[in-house]
């Protein structure tokens, strides 16, 4: 089962109202992006483990900055790392029950 599948299981279990957001099939905005970078770093949003990344090429894949890893991310949902959490003034990045117990409880 992938994360946001666990996630979206987790937070019914729970009765905690959410919105989910698609940004493979939906697509994600700079605007979003960027503002997930205020609040976490783009680095911890980039997910280099996944088949999309390997799947760049060299150029790509160097000299990385937040606007270059930003515009990767928009051209390619799939490197963003998931499931991502928008709570708040806060969010959290990768499914971690502790760490959602601790933010919903």
Sequence with gaps: ???SEILKGWLKGHDISFKFHD???QGITKKQLMEWCN???WETLLNKRN???KKL???QRVHLSQTKAINLMQQYPKL???PVIQFE???EIG???QQFTKLFF
């Design 1 to 3: 089962m992938r994360p």
């Design 23 to 25: 940004f493979k099939k």
């Design 39 to 41: 609040f976490a770093p």
């Design 51 to 53: 088949r999309t990344w």
């Design 57 to 59: 090429n060299e150029e």
């Design 80 to 82: 963003i790392k998931r």
């Design 89 to 91: 003034n806060k969010i």
């Design 95 to 97: 499914f971690d029950q």
